[in-house]
């Protein structure tokens, strides 16, 4: 009876082991996949924003694209003081600390005065 107990134990710590890797790799293979979908549609997104502005300074209407770069920036701001605030991340605040001219705590503090609602202009 021992010896059944035994083997029955080793199975079920190999069983545990074996899920417990599985699934880790199927939390690890659908971040990983969330994560290349977020930076394509980031990518996507500033790709659509470059064209609006590089039109605005084709049809030379460089009044609008300075406008809309300055949205850029806003919007940019204030989703990095968001993430800031929310995440504790050493590695960013290096990041930032090191690449950026004004001190982290600015950026933590942002807050633009568009509010919830703006339009902006086109360059159609």
């Known amino acids: 009876m021992k ?14 082991a074996i899920a417990y890797r599985f699934g880790i790799n199927v939390t690890t293979n659908h ?3 969330e994560l290349d979908e977020t930076q394509a549609m980031l990518a996507f997104n500033h790709l659509i924003r470059y064209e609006e502005i590089l039109k605005c300074l084709n049809d030379n209407k460089s009044s609008l694209a300075v406008k809309k770069v300055n949205m ?11 993430f800031l605030n929310s995440h504790e991340s050493e590695r960013i605040n290096k990041y930032i600390s090191t690449r950026y001219n004004e001190p982290l705590e600015v950026l933590k503090s942002y ?3 568009r509010g919830s609602r703006w339009s902006e202009p086109t360059c159609k």
């Open 3 to 16: 010896i059944a107990n035994i083997v029955f134990l080793v199975v079920l710590i190999v069983a545990s």
């Open 31 to 33: 971040y990983s996949k």
């Open 72 to 82: 850029s920036i806003i919007s940019e701001k204030e989703l990095v003081a968001e």
């Open 111 to 113: 807050k633009s005065n």
